[in-house]
């Protein structure tokens, strides 16, 4: 397998505009999470999934964030609209129950 | 709510040091413990896997143990090398009612310096 797999790797977008940010979990792992990391709060949980459905998304920011996973091979994070202080690295984590989480190489997000 | 926490914030030492980064935890209705290892500007790296109902685990000159009654856990590096130097980070995976989340501690940054 090739691991967890982000796109893009780096996105520069402007304030105002939708970004939409990709995982591709390895297969067979049933739990799937989404972190943001900054320098100020560090390693954030925004949302994690189990077996495709939400179990927890209080980390989530605010309603202009949301995440799907419409199959067990692929999930998506939204902004709209995006702001300046959404600047972060998104990463996404893939395990099953009691087994080791891997992460993908992440997302660096620069919003001007 | 589950809170992770690592101590110290950031570690220098010289090479050739044995060191232990410690890392606590709230609520010990815990599925595993995972500690991970970053370096700038990359992802993480998985390190270790402890579960619940293990005390240690070792993978080369690394040692990781639990004491879940206590919500403590350690990592120890033995023989410190410059190549060490990076972000460790603990994680904790809940069972009880927030099964499978999987919290992060803030990270330990430690620097080895030849």
């Known amino acids: 397998d090739a691991g967890v797999i982000q796109s893009p790797r780096h996105e520069v977008t402007e304030m105002g505009q939708e970004v939409t940010l990709r995982c591709k979990p390895i297969s067979g792992h049933d739990y799937l999470f989404w972190y943001r990391q900054t320098m100020m709060r560090g390693l954030e949980l925004l949302i994690y999934?189990?077996?495709?459905?939400?179990?927890?998304d209080s980390g989530m920011p605010e309603d202009r964030f949301s995440a799907k996973m419409p199959n067990a091979s692929f999930s998506t994070l939204k902004i709209q609209p995006s702001e300046p202080r959404d600047s972060a690295v998104y990463f996404c984590a893939s395990s099953s129950l009691g087994a080791e989480a891997f992460f993908g190489q992440g997302t660096r997000l620069t919003v001007v | 709510k589950q809170e992770v926490t690592q101590i110290p914030a950031a570690l220098s030492v010289p090479e050739g040091e044995n060191l232990v980064l410690n890392c606590s935890f709230t609520d010990s209705a815990i599925y595993n413990l995972q500690w991970f290892r970053q370096d700038p500007g990359k992802g993480l790296t998985s390190l270790l896997l402890i579960q619940s109902s293990q005390r240690e685990q070792t993978s080369g000159r690394l040692n990781a143990s639990l004491d879940k009654s206590s919500g403590r856990s350690t990592l120890y590096i033995a023989a410190s090398q410059p190549g060490d130097s990076a972000t460790y980070l603990c994680?904790?995976?809940?069972?009880?009612?927030?099964?499978?989340?999987?919290?992060f501690g803030q990270g330990t940054i430690l620097t080895v310096h030849p």
């Open positions: 999934f189990n077996n495709n459905v939400p179990i927890d």
């Open positions: 994680a904790v995976m809940a069972g009880g009612t927030s099964y499978g989340k999987l919290t």
